[in-house]
């Protein structure tokens, strides 16, 4: 799955943000982060993926495991509703 959002942040303030989106995601679905470079990597017991994060966008690219993926659309509207909340 693929979310992308717009800001006009500057790089080190969207990476604070993508920190706090991560937080509360980490404490919904149980995820693990680790940043690389502009990257931020999460991993859990059925997600894998990465928040990439630029200039002028964040992007949330997950895979979810075989449990997850019957919940795709919650989780997408999860993850949507949580982008739009910490990147506003």
Request: glycine content about 10%; proline content about 1%; hydrophobic content about 40%.
């Amino acid at each position: 799955m693929r979310i992308r959002r717009r800001h006009s942040m500057d790089i080190e303030h969207v990476r604070q943000r993508v920190d706090e989106l991560a937080a509360d995601l980490g404490k919904r679905f149980s995820l693990r982060t680790e940043w690389h470079g502009n990257d931020l990597r999460v991993k859990g017991s059925s997600v894998h993926g990465h928040i990439a994060v630029s200039e002028s966008l964040v992007e949330v690219d997950v895979q979810l495991g075989l449990g997850l993926g019957l919940m795709e659309g919650p989780i997408r509207r999860a993850i949507e509703n949580a982008m739009d909340e910490h990147l506003a």
